[in-house]
């Protein structure tokens, strides 16, 4: 079974300018969430989907920060504009009930 | 919010039993977790344990659970090399909307 896929792996961008990321969960996980990783710390949930829905946004900065589902399969994760301290790894999870959530390999963001 | 916490480092030799220390403070955790997670990858799902039971084994992996306590610990029986890793306990909050919340993870370093 194929796992949970992210891309890109690695993004520079400079701070003000914006990025995005994309995630394809495993088949069949109607449940999707997106994480941020600071270095050194664990991570932190930022958005929690339910097939195309916000179950949880409640750790999303939204005025710089959007992310959508739209056929309930694929995400992505926009920030706009970026800031030095958005740098950080940007993992994807999916889960099929809420026992288990199986994460993507990240993509790593650095903001200069 | 809610808290977990771990040490942030050990450092065992091969052949030697790990254990890696958790505490929580939701008391409504319905499940709890440990994930490895690997020099740039993401993170790998371990085992977890339901909030009614206090032990749960897989092949060289125990976890204890002390509900009262709120004390969670994972046990790695001889530790390899390729146990050298950060582990991420998690607590799975049912007030929470079945988020995850992370410690900050136990660096794992074994000694040849």
């Known amino acids: 079974e194929a796992g949970v896929a992210q891309s890109p792996r690695y993004k520079i961008i400079e701070k003000r300018q914006s990025v995005a990321f994309w995630c394809n969960p495993i088949s069949g996980h109607a449940t999707l969430y997106w994480y941020q990783q600071i270095l050194g710390q664990g991570p932190k949930l930022l958005i929690q989907f339910q097939n195309n829905g916000v179950v949880d946004d409640s750790q999303l900065p939204k005025d710089r920060f959007s992310a959508e589902r739209l056929k309930g399969v694929d995400s992505t994760l926009k920030i706009q504009p970026a800031k030095l301290e958005d740098s950080a790894v940007y993992l994807c999870?999916?889960?099929?009930?809420?026992?288990?959530?199986?994460f993507g390999p990240g993509t790593r963001l650095t903001v200069t | 919010g809610e808290d977990v916490e771990q040490s942030l480092f050990l450092s065992v030799r091969e052949g030697d039993s790990s254990v890696i220390n958790c505490t929580y403070t939701d008391s409504s955790s319905t499940y709890l977790y440990w994930y490895k997670q690997e020099p740039g990858a993401g993170l790998q799902l371990l085992t977890y344990i339901f909030s009614n039971m206090d032990m749960k084994q897989d092949q060289r992996l125990t976890v204890l659970l002390n509900k009262k306590d709120k004390h969670l610990s994972l046990r790695i029986a001889d530790t390899q090399t390729g146990d050298s890793a950060i582990y991420f306990c998690?607590?799975?909050?049912?007030?929470?909307?079945?988020?995850?919340?992370f410690g900050g993870g136990t660096r794992l370093m074994v000694k040849p």
């Open positions: 998690a607590e799975n909050s049912r007030d929470a909307g079945n988020m995850l919340t």
């Open positions: 999870a999916s889960s099929f009930g809420r026992r288990e959530q199986y």
